[in-house]
């Protein structure tokens, strides 16, 4: 009689241990549907193609921009964005609003999550070049 009581708790263990994996990897994925806030900032020319973050250092011609959005990490100079935003590289107030140092170098692909920033123009993908 004391086998039989063993394996009817062990069962009943191993059925609650089930339920909890499951329920955990059911909210795993339920958190993967929520919406990223994540924005990734790049160095871009007036064209909008990621060039050096040098250029954005000290942007002494005025013709370099940050360009930031759900943009992908890892692209690379000479890439062309068809989609985001982006702010003049010199302005300060915009840069310190995105949670990004008023002057200076910022790497490309710089990834800042949980900032609500100000707006900046849109970059609209059209054809040409």
């Known amino acids: 009689m004391t086998g039989r009581r063993l394996r009817t708790r062990s069962i009943a263990l191993?059925?609650?241990?089930?339920?909890?994996?499951?329920g955990a990897a059911a909210a795993c994925s339920?958190?993967?549907d929520e919406p990223d806030d994540s924005n990734t900032f790049y160095c871009v020319d007036d064209q909008s193609v990621i060039v050096h973050e040098s250029n954005c250092d000290d942007?002494?011609?005025?013709?370099?921009?940050?360009a930031y959005g759900a943009l992908p990490v890892g692209l690379l100079i000479g890439h062309r964005l068809a989609s985001g935003w982006r702010f003049p590289a010199r302005d300060a107030a915009a840069r310190a609003s995105w949670g990004l140092p008023p002057t200076g170098r910022i790497t490309n692909g710089t990834v800042k999550t949980g900032i609500i920033?100000?707006?900046?123009?849109?970059?609209?993908s059209g054809s040409g070049s």
Do not use: P
């Open 14 to 22: 191993s059925a609650t241990f089930a339920t909890i994996v499951a």
């Open 30 to 32: 339920a958190g993967s």
């Open 117 to 124: 920033g100000t707006t900046g123009s849109s970059i609209s």
């Open 59 to 66: 942007d002494r011609d005025n013709r370099h921009y940050i």
